[in-house]
């Protein structure tokens, strides 16, 4: 889903039939925070790259039990 112009992610995404995704691609899109509550159930996420977007603010706290995690990128974007 890289440079797709991606606004607001929607409230499926990440249901429980995306929770097997290990890979996601989601940079260069305009998607901002929060994230849709489902988006915590993807706990097989071993690489995340969600760099170049509107991302402000703070990430969410679910993103701590994402222990799977080896890459996450998110550069480029307006987090504190």
Do not use: C, H
């Not at 890979?23 to 706990?43: E, G, K």
């Not at 790259?49 to 996450?72: H, I, Q, R, V």
């Amino acid at each position: 889903l890289y440079n797709n112009g991606i606004g607001m992610l929607p409230e499926w995404f990440g249901s429980e039939k995306m929770k097997s995704i290990t890979t996601l691609v989601l940079s260069r899109n305009v998607i901002p925070l929060p994230l849709p509550d489902n988006f915590a159930n993807l706990i097989n996420l071993q690489w995340l790259d969600m760099s170049y977007n509107e991302l402000t603010g703070t990430l969410p706290s679910y993103f701590s039990a994402f222990n799977k995690m080896n890459y996450l990128l998110l550069n480029n974007n307006y987090l504190t």
